[in-house]
């Protein structure tokens, strides 16, 4: 059976790409464009979009492309949640951006930042700006 691979294992592949792009990612030579183009092709594969498909940088639009994705792929090999059923009334496209400013972050040794201040990245490269300047300032506060 060599059909199309199941949506858990599109994540899992995911998963493994991301994890090669974090070591890249967390390279102090890294410039300010290569740091935003890694974050953009991260966001990418947690969202398990491609290039092909999304036409904007905006987190929110991109969210929203791959919650109507995912709903399309499910076959049933991956348990999606409720999340736009969720008593703070928070949309599924609002919860996955913040999950992924979440992720970053955590893999990047930063402190989450404020709410107000997440809400007011609009844009891959937005975020990938604002992590960028953010662990070069933590990396010269250690040394």
């Known amino acids: 059976m060599s059909g199309s691979p199941t ?3 599109r994540i899992d592949s995911a998963d493994e790409e991301f994890k090669g792009l974090l070591l890249r990612l967390k390279n102090p030579s890294a410039t300010l464009d290569e740091f935003c183009r890694l974050i953009r092709e991260m966001t990418l594969l947690k969202f ?3 290039e092909e498909e999304v036409t904007t940088d905006e987190l929110l639009e991109l969210s929203k492309i791959s ?4 709903l399309y792929l499910h076959d049933k090999s991956v348990q999606l949640g409720h999340a736009s059923v969720s008593c703070t009334g928070i949309s599924s496209t609002a919860t996955k951006k913040v999950l992924l400013i979440l992720k970053l972050q955590r893999e990047l ?3 989450p930042m404020p709410a107000d201040e997440a809400y007011k990245l609009k844009t891959t490269r937005a975020l990938g700006e604002n992590l ?4 070069r ?3 010269e506060s250690e040394s």
Do not use: A, M, P, S
């Open 7 to 9: 949506l858990q294992e």
């Open 48 to 50: 398990l979009l491609t």
């Open 67 to 70: 919650v109507d994705k995912l």
């Open 109 to 111: 040794g930063l402190q």
């Open 132 to 135: 960028y300047f953010r662990l």
């Open 137 to 139: 300032e933590n990396g």
